[in-house]
């Protein structure tokens, strides 16, 4: 059974950067396309960045130029590095495969973006 377990999050404040990683177990990795998504408050979940095999990124349009996803194969994991936070990015962030969630959701980590 496939596992992913989300860290890195934090209390940021605006314009500040996170990185976050994301952690898969239990399959054949690099065989996925991957993504981030997040889920703000009374908000519905929303893919912010994906990545596939071969390495093409899309991003949603309120992340591009700001943020930055990457994969590391050998180690099984997926990373997203944050810069110029905005108290709208505020939300948990999910890592799944991409264009279908097929993986069991983690926990997720958590992004707060406050002064």
Known sequence: QVQVVESGGGLVQP?????????????????????????????????VASITTSGS?????????????????????????MNSLKPEDTAVYYCNAEPVP?????QGTQVTVSS
């Open 57 to 81: 990124i899309k991003y949603a349009d309120s992340v591009k130029g700001r943020f930055t996803i990457s994969r590391d194969n050998a180690e099984n994991r997926v990373y997203l590095q």
């Open 15 to 47: 314009g500040g950067s996170l990185r976050l990683s994301c952690a898969a177990s239990g399959t054949i990795f690099s065989i996925y396309p991957m993504a981030w998504y997040r889920q703000a408050p009374g908000k519905q979940r929303e893919l």
């Open 102 to 106: 097929i993986f069991n959701w983690g």
